[in-house]
């Protein structure tokens, strides 16, 4: 079975801080996601990769930056964080492109 | 481009009673379709999936999804749920052949009483 790991599992931080969430797939998947989840709204695509050093845009991307290192890892930087950023983010991870997906546990962001 | 409605916020259902969950997506191509379910302080997890072939498709704990392209439906059903059914439920499409990403509803907290 597929295995996701978010890092760290909860985290406050002050306006204008910087964050960094971490991510890890241990089965070789080529494609990761970053989603925020917020009520009302369901989860939201912020940014995607598929493979080391490859970004994608997703649907909610501004105030949010990412970096894939390698296969396994996956960083979602938040630079100036704002109290709109307070939010629950997931991270998933798929073998190809479209197909389902395996989620982490979340990381539950609070920005006051 | 694709979006995913999932017109019921709440769902309060009786122990033993059937189930049905409503979700309609907007996709012009060949979608991809699931239901995900995720129970309080986790992370999502797969029920089902529709990818080709037989539009009734069989998830985990005897849920079942239809895909109805006429209709653009893909509704979660279940005959008889538990206690344990208790979670958020959410519908989700993706591309074949596209651009890779996911399109979430907005969700149903289901209510399972005694």
């Known amino acids: 079975e597929a295995a996701v790991t978010q890092s760290p599992r909860n985290k406050v931080t002050v306006t204008g801080g910087n964050v960094t969430l971490s991510c890890r797939q241990t089965?070789?998947?080529?494609?990761m996601y970053w989603y925020r989840q917020d009520t009302g709204h369901g989860l939201r695509l912020i940014h995607y990769?598929?493979?080391?050093?490859?970004?994608q845009i997703g649907d909610v991307p501004d105030g949010y930056k990412a970096t894939r290192t390698t296969q396994e890892d996956f960083f979602l930087l938040l630079e100036l964080a704002s109290p709109s950023q307070t939010s629950l983010y997931f991270c998933?991870?798929?073998?190809?492109?479209?197909?389902?997906?395996?989620f982490g546990p979340g990381t539950r962001l609070t920005v006051l | 481009a694709q979006s995913v409605t999932q017109p019921d916020a709440r769902v309060t259902v009786s122990e033993g009673a059937s189930l049905q969950l409503r979700c309609k997506y907007s996709?012009?191509?060949?979608?991809?379709l699931f239901w995900y379910v995720q129970y309080p302080r986790q992370g999502l997890q797969l029920l089902l999936k529709?990818?080709?072939?037989?539009?009734v498709v069989q998830g985990v704990n005897g849920f079942e999804a239809e895909f109805i392209k006429s209709n653009s439906s893909f509704h979660l059903r279940k005959a008889s749920v538990h206690w344990s059914d208790s979670a958020v439920y959410f519908c989700?499409?993706?591309?074949?052949?596209?651009?890779?990403?996911?399109?979430f509803g907005a969700g149903t907290r289901l209510k399972v009483i005694a």
């Open positions: 529709y990818y080709s072939g037989d539009p």
């Open positions: 990769s598929y493979g080391a050093g490859n970004l």
């Open positions: 996709y012009s191509g060949t979608p991809y």
């Open positions: 998933a991870s798929s073998d190809w492109g479209g197909r389902e997906q395996y």
């Open positions: 989700a499409v993706s591309a074949k052949g596209g651009n890779y990403k996911y399109v």
């Open positions: 089965n070789s998947h080529n494609y």
